[in-house]
Structure formats: structure tokens, C-alpha cells
């Protein structure tokens, strides 16, 4: 069963591949550069998946771009250039200094440029970490402290960027605001729910539909208001206004698309399969529980995705991935059976070299051999170790996409064994 759930991940990343997504699209861009009787094209980039939609662009246009800078996660890239285009790789889920001068050079690319200039922006998942030019009085171990607390809250995407775009120059639509009048063609792959285009990266392309009250509400729900030092909340308050752009933006892969090619996938297969949500979200206690009874009722393969939220207590080192693999096994302990694949399409999950983990019935009792309590190590957030130790973690390595989390789940029981597939 293992591996044709791994079969079934690898089919749903393939749909979203960065670089095929690209490619899909560059004849529109060759369109849009001629007929606009534009004279240069910059392409750059951000996100884990920078690499590959940047490495599908030179390859096709190469003869049109004048220069271009992408910046990308540690180790999702395999070359530093890409023709015309540097890549450039910084931190994340944290921002660090390479990506302060990543975005320093995207920036130094684009501000001169003028109205007969197209810009080629290619924005992936985790762009709000890589893609970072704190506000003037903000300092990058300020923004790196904020963005700690805000993820080890227990806060979402949505919430997380509304409180990052009021300390950024660039997101929010700031970066378009700062290549104006130059138009930008924005391609984007999608990492969270709805497609919101000014979530995405929070926003750079995007002009925001959130503002300072959002922010401060967001901090206010989360306690975290007494953490700030006084000219940090007057820099929120302050708000970043409305700027000029001209932006056109296309989402070129998200996780609809991953979901059915994984449906589709499972079907070969032989499974009878169906897709139960594309909003997996809220707590990863709740989402376990729910996944399991969601099973525990069904004779299908069972495939879900979005992405949940872990507010970390402990010290130790895992991803909501992992935790919520952990929960669902102790959640159908003893169900002989029942396997969960739990992964970020991106090929990573938390600060970790793991995508997320693979469970069953005796995931639990495997580990209580080996000594180990599963309810210690949730309560450390230390998924990782937990498996590590007693086996289930999923490593296929950096994926170059990122278009949120995938489960997958089948129970092959006795009485029916076509459930388990061909």
C-alpha cells in the first residue's frame, strides 16, 4: 500500500511541476511582450519553485530576456544560473540576510524601469520568506523574530501574511509599485486556500485587501502585541497605502490540480477513490480526528489537501505534516489496514530534510517497542524524532513546487480486498 500511495503523491506533484507549468504558458508571454511593442524583458523570481519556472523561461525565451535574478530555498535549486537569470538561494521559513540581498538586486533590476518594459514574475509558495526588504525602522532580526512568534502561534497563512506585508517595501504590492510604470505578467503557483492573489507570497504584485487594523487584530488574537516594541506597532499602524501598478496575473498550478491528477492517478491504480476536501485547515488535532473517522467510514481511497496549523509548545523538531500524521495514528491504533501518506508538496515540512511522515494501525505500537510514547513527543512538537526513530518518515527531497499539503489514506480490510487496489 505504501507505495502506491507514494506512486499516487508523485503523480499529483508531477501535474504541478514549476517548470512544465511554465512552459505551458510562454507563447502567451511572447504574445503579450510582441504585440504590447515592449522593448526589454526582466524575469525574476521567488519561492521553491523559482528555479524551475525560471530555468522553463530561459529555455524558451531566451532570446527576448535581457537579464533576471530568481531567489529560491535552500537547496531547491540545481544550477546558480538559468541562461540570463541568476538564481539565488536564502532562508526559509525565517528570512536571513541572502534573502535581504536577493530581493536587493530583483529591486535594483526593476526600479529604473520604464513603460515599454515587461517584467516576467514568477512567484511560488514560501516567496513571503525569500522575497524580504523589511520597512525603513524595521531591522531583519526584528522581522525574523515577528515571523518565529507569528509561526509557532498557531496563526494561518491568511493571518500570517496580514501582519508580514505591514513591515515589508515589497509585499502588498509593493514590489509592482516599485517597477511601475513597467508592466508585470505575473505567473503564480498557488500555496494557499482560494488562490487569494494577495496572500500569495503576500502579495508583491498584488495591492493588498488587508491593512494595519488586520495586522494589529491578528497580533491582538495571538498575544503577541506585548512582544512588540512601540515604534514596531507605530510602523503597523502606519500601514503601506495604495500605490500605482500595472500587473497582470495568472495562476498557473494550485492544488486543484494536484488533487485531481492524484484522483486520476489512484483510479489507474485500481483503487476506488475520491477526493473528500481541498481545505484541509484549523488545528492539526481536529484535521487527525476527522481524517480518521473520515476512513474508519469508508471502503475508497481517501485524498484530501490543504493546510494545517501547529501552535508549537515544545522544543522539539517536526512539521504540521508529521504532527498530523502522528495524530491520525494514534487516532486508528490497532486498525489493521489503514495507511495515511501526510506530505508538503514541496518536498519539506517545518525546518526539516522530511516532507512528512507514512502511518498505519501498528505505527503506535511499533514505536512503544522501540520506547517511545507518541503523546511526549506531540507534546514536544517532535514528530520528526518520534519517526525517526521508529520509522515512517517520507524524504523525496525538494520537489520544486509548492501548492500546499496532500493525504492520502486506504484501508485494505479483509472483507474487502479491492480497496487496497491493483
Known sequence: MTDSLIDIYNSAIGACSAYNCVLNYVDYVSRVYFEGGFKRLYVVGFGKGAYGMALAASQSLNDIIISGVAVTKYGHSESRT???????????????????????????????????TLILCLISGGGSALFVSPSDGVSLSIKQEITELLLKSGCDINELNAVRKQLSKV???????????AKILSLIISDVPGNRLDVIASGPTTLSTTGSREAIDVLTKYGLMNKLSPNIVEIINKGTGQRPVNVETIIIADLSQALNAAHARALELGFDAEIITDNISGDVKDAAKWLSNEIKMNNKL??????????????????RNMELALRFALEIEGKQGITMLSAGTDGTDGPTDAAGAIVDGSTIATGRAEGLD?????????????????????????????????????????????????
Open 82 to 116: 538559468a541562461g540570463k537569470i541568476r538564481i539565488l538561494e536564502a532562508g526559509h521559513p525565517v528570512p536571513d540576510e541572502n534573502g535581504v540581498s536577493g530581493t536587493a538586486e530583483i529591486i535594483e533590476l526593476v526600479k529604473d524601469a520604464s513603460a515599454d
Open 171 to 181: 509585499k502588498g504590492g509593493g514590489f509592482a509599485a516599485l517597477a511601475y510604470p
Open 302 to 319: 481517501l485524498i484530501s489537501g490543504g493546510e494545517t496549523t501547529v501552535t508549537v509548545t515544545g522544543e522539539g523538531r517536526g512539521g
Open 374 to 422: 507518541a503523546h511526549e513527543y506531540l507534546i514536544n512538537n517532535d514528530s520528526y524524532t518520534y519517526f525517526e526513530r521508529s520509522g515512517g518518515l517520507f524524504k523525496p527531497g525538494p520537489t520544486g513546487t509548492n501548492v500546499m499539503d496532500i493525504q492520502l489514506m486506504s484501508w485494505a480490510r479483509d472483507d474487502n480486498p479491492t480497496s487496497a487496489g491493483i
